[in-house]
């Protein structure tokens, strides 16, 4: 039987109508700051699409475009800019950074309350401790795919594949938190496909285009693909073989139209989040 489609898109329009509620109760809009470092294609997109959802749910939008070739100190002095600006709720650097920029050590200049893409050393304590300030965005979005499948994580097994600080690690946590028994694979687990032949829930965030095998898939599992990558014809696909995956899991998210406008979404609610903390 074929798996039920995820929609992200549709779940991301239900997030937007509550968001919206929130922004028409406070005393001005929320602000919300994207620093884009350099030319790279997929993050303008990704910039210009955030850009659009804070400007129709009605916030306060700030671009800051700086050369690929700025140097470390001009993208700190932004960050601190936005960081003492009272209008600005939220700041996002958007990632990646070329490589001459240290990376953890930009972030480590967003302060903590404006810290809405959840990626910051307190933010990720906090949630270590099951105590989140912000959460970050592709986690929680995932999160909320899940809670839309009506699967149960409590006690199941559940394999995240990836193990980076902005999805991987947090995801992580907070499958375990919603009592899931969880198993995290990266570049040298022994065996993949057998983790992932035990898992209810699988999610598969990796940036490696059909790295996990549909037949891998166990029969009524729950499959949220966070890959992104794009073919050598120019079409987007995620980490998981899609179709054969389909086949065999319970639900499934698409990509594109998964759990990129959920991304995109919790990023709107964690910057309503920090407008109201301020108020």
Known sequence: MAARILDGKALAE????????????????????????????????????????????GFVHRQVDLPADASEAAVLAAVDELGADPSIDGILVQLPLPRHINTQRVMDHIPAHKDVDGITATSAGLLSQGRPSFVACTPQGSMRLIAL?????????????????????????????????????????????????????????????????????????VVIDVGMNRTAEGKLTGDVEYEAASQRAAAI??????????????????TVLAAERRS
């Open 253 to 270: 998210t698409p990509v594109p139209g998964g759990v990129g406008p959920m991304t995109i979404a919790m990023l709107m609610q964690n």
């Open 149 to 221: 499948a009506g699967a149960t994580l409590t006690g199941a097994n559940a394999v995240v594949i990836g193990r980076s600080n902005i999805v991987g690690r947090p995801m992580a946590m907070l499958l375990e938190q919603a009592n899931a028994t969880v198993t995290v694979c990266h570049s040298r687990s022994r065996d993949l496909a057998g983790a992932v032949q035990r898992a209810e829930f699988v999610i598969a965030a990796v940036g490696q285009a059909g790295l996990v095998r549909g037949e891998w898939i166990r029969e009524g599992a």
């Open 14 to 57: 239900q997030c937007n109508a509550e968001i919206a509620e929130r922004v028409s109760r406070l005393a001005r809009p929320p602000g919300l700051a994207v620093v884009l470092v350099g030319e790279d294609a997929a993050s303008k997109v990704y910039v210009r699409n955030k850009g659009r959802s804070a400007a129709k749910l």
